[in-house]
C-alpha cells in the first residue's frame, strides 16, 4: 500500500507528534508499505523518505508553542508532493490545525485518516472555529484519537462518535535493553521534555530543591531545553550542580539516560492527550511520579505503576519521589508493573491497528 503520511508539526523539532509520525513511517516501511511524509522543517530532513513542504512558524497555542506552517507556499508544496507520490491512503495528524495536516486532507481524493493528538479542558479558539471546520471533519474517511482525553477533545466539537482510540506507539525494546550512560554519582531522577511551562519544569525545580533537603545525594538530570531553562538560577549554590542539564536531545539518544536513573518524573501541569515520557520510562523499568491529569491517568494507574500526585504541587512531587527512592520493594513493584504495561503501546501491537484503519478506508 502506498501511504502519505502528513505532520503538522516541524520535522526536526523536538515534539511527540514528530516521534509518533517518524516511527510510524519506519514501522510501516519494515511491513513492505510505501510511505512518503510531508512536514515542514527548519532544515533539510536526512530522512529519504521525508519532504519539507515549508519553513515552520512558532506560533503559541495550548500553554506552549507549535512550529506549524501554515502558508500558502506550504499548502502547494503538499499538493505537488501527494500528487508526484499517488497515495493510496492520507494519513493527516491533526487534520483540523491549519498546517500541513489540513492541507493535505484539502489536497487529496484519496481517502484520509485523520489522527487527533491534541487535549485541553477547554479551547475558545477551537469551539469558535469548529462550525467552519466541519466540512474538513467529514471529509475524513476514519477519525483516530490517541486517548479518550483527545478523543473527548473533539467529539465535544462535532457530536460524532466515530471515533476510535489506538495509542501512540514506543519503541519499547529500545528503552528496554539500553546500557547506562556515564552520570554523576547519586540518587538518579530522570526529567525529559521541553522546558516549557506545560511540563511543569518549574515545579519539578522546586520538587527538587525540596528533595535534597532530605536526600542529599539526589541527582537531577534533565533532558530537554526550552525557555524555563532559567527555573535552575533560583536554586541555591550547594543544590545547583546537583542539576545536570543535557540539552535537547535526539530521541534515539535518551535510553542511555533512562538506563542510568532510578526514578522518572513528570510533573505536567495539564493539556496532556498522552504520555509518552511516561511509557518509555516504565519500558526503561523506571518507577514513575507523575501529575494526575486525563492523558497522564490513562497510562500510568497510580500505585500500580507509578505514583500520581496534583498538578502544580511540588511537594507533593517531592514526597513522592522521596518515597520511591526511599523504598527499594515499592520502586521494583512499580518497575516491574510498568514494563508490563509498556507492552501494550509497543509499536508491535500499535502498527497492526492503524493498518487495519488502511485496509479499511482503502476497501
Known amino acids: 500500500m502506498r501511504v502519505a503520511l502528513a505532520c503538522p508539526y516541524a520535522w526536526d523539532a523536538p515534539g511527540g507528534v514528530q516521534t509518533h509520525v517518524r516511527q510510524l513511517a519506519i514501522r510501516l516501511r519494515d511491513r513492505g508499505h510505501a510511505v512518503v511524509v510531508v512536514a515542514p522543517a527548519f532544515a533539510r530532513p536526512r530522512e529519504p523518505f521525508v519532504r519539507a513542504v515549508g519553513r515552520p512558524i512558532r506560533i503559541p497555542y495550548n500553554e506552549s508553542v507549535a512550529p506549524v506552517a501554515p502558508t500558502p507556499g506550504a499548502r502547494g508544496r503538499v499538493r505537488a508532493a501527494l500528487r508526484e507520490f499517488q497515495p493510496d491512503v492520507v494519513h493527516a495528524h491533526e487534520p483540523l490545525v491549519p498546517g500541513v495536516g489540513m492541507f493535505a486532507v484539502r489536497a487529496t481524493d484519496r481517502p484520509v485518516v485523520g489522527t487527533f493528538h491534541a487535549f485541553a479542558h477547554r479551547s475558545v479558539l477551537f469551539s469558535a472555529t469548529a462550525p467552519m471546520l466541519r466540512p474538513l471533519w467529514r471529509r475524513l ?10 478523543a473527548a477533545f473533539v467529539r465535544g466539537r462535532f457530536r460524532d462518535d466515530g471515533i476510535r482510540v489506538i495509542p ?31 511540563k511543569g519544569f518549574p515545579v519539578m525545580v522546586e520538587a527538587f530543591r525540596r528533595l535534597v533537603e532530605g536526600r542529599p545525594d539526589a541527582l537531577l538530570v534533565v533532558a530537554g531545553d526550552g525557555r524555563d531553562r532559567a527555573s535552575v538560577r533560583d536554586l541555591s549554590a550547594e543544590v545547583r550542580p546537583k542539576v545536570v542539564m543535557l540539552g535537547a536531545m535526539a530521541h534515539e539518544d535518551l535510553p542511555p539516560y533512562h538506563a542510568a536513573c532510578e526514578a522518572f518524573c513528570a510533573p505536567a501541569t495539564g493539556r496532556e492527550s498522552f504520555g509518552i515520557v511516561l511509557v518509555e520510562a516504565m519500558a526503561a523499568g523506571l518507577p514513575v511520579v507523575a501529575t494526575d491529569i486525563p492523558g497522564y491517568r490513562e497510562v500510568v494507574r497510580d500505585g500500580i505503576e507509578g505514583i500520581l500526585v496534583p498538578p502544580r504541587d511540588p511537594v ?13 520493594d515499592l520502586a521494583a513493584g512499580l518497575a516491574s508493573s510498568g514494563r508490563e504495561r509498556a507492552r501494550r ?12 484503519v488502511y485496509r479499511e478506508v482503502a476497501g
Not at 474517511?141 to 483527545?150: L, Q
Not at 507533593?316 to 527499594?328: K, M
Not at 503501546?345 to 487495519?356: K, L
Open 316 to 328: 507533593a512531587v517531592a514526597e513522592a519521589l522521596d518515597r520511591v527512592l526511599g523504598d527499594p
Open 345 to 356: 503501546y509497543s509499536w508491535d501491537a500499535v502498527v497492526g491497528e492503524v493498518e487495519a
Open 168 to 198: 501512540n506507539g514506543v519503541e519499547v525494546d529500545m528503552f528496554g535493553s539500553a546500557d547506562p550512560a556515564p552520570l554523576p554519582e547519586g540518587r538518579r531522577v530522570l526529567f525529559v521534555n521541553r522546558l516549557d511551562p506545560r
Open 141 to 150: 474517511a476514519a477519525r483516530i484519537a490517541v486517548s479518550e482525553a483527545a
